[in-house]
C-alpha cells in the first residue's frame, strides 16, 4: 500500500489535488477531517481541552468553540504547544487507524494523507512520498482574500502562522505548482498518479 502525504499551506490547491487523486481511484484520509472528528461533542480529546482551555470553549451544544480556543492559542506558543499536545496523538492513532482500514479493504490501494501540518508534526513518519501542493504567499493570499473573502490582514496572519514555504519544500520529493489555471494543477496530479502507479 503506496502512503502518500499531501500537504502545503493554506490556500495552496491542495485539495484540489487530493480531489483529482480520488478520482483516479486513491483512498484519502483527511486530516482536518480526523481533527474535527476526535474533537467531537462527548469525546475524551474534547474533555481533555475543556480542562486544559476552560469550559467557555465549549458550546451550549457540547460542541468545540473554534474561535473561542483558536482566539486563545493563536500567537500564544505556550499554549498551542498544550493544544497540539492533546490532539496531535489522537489524530496520529485515528489517521493510523484510518490507513489501516483502507489497506485491509484492498491492499493495493494508494492512500494519500491529506495533512497541512506535516513539517510541524507528521515529517518523520514513513512516506513512500511526500507531495507539496506549492504557490506564492502572495498569490494564496489573494486566493484567500478574493475567493475565500478574509480580511487581508487576517489571510496573512494565517499564513504568517504556518512554517515557511522553504521549510515545507525542503521535504518535498514532488512539488506540484498550483499558481497556474487549475487544470494546469489537475494535470501534474495526473502525471503524479501515473508515477505512483508505474511504482
Known sequence: MPLIALTGGIASGKSTIARRLAEHGAIVVDADQIVRDVQAAGSPVLQQIAAAFGDDVITS???LERASLGAKVFGDPELLARLNAIVHPAVRAESQRRFEAANA???????????PLLVEARVDDPWDLIVVAHAPASERLRRLVELRGMEEHAAQDRIDAQVSDDRRLAIADVVIDTSGTIEETQAQADALWERIRAR
Do not use: C, M, R
Open 61 to 63: 451544544e457540547g460542541t
Open 105 to 115: 479493504t484492498d491492499p493495493s490501494a494508494v492512500v494519500v494523507y491529506d495533512v
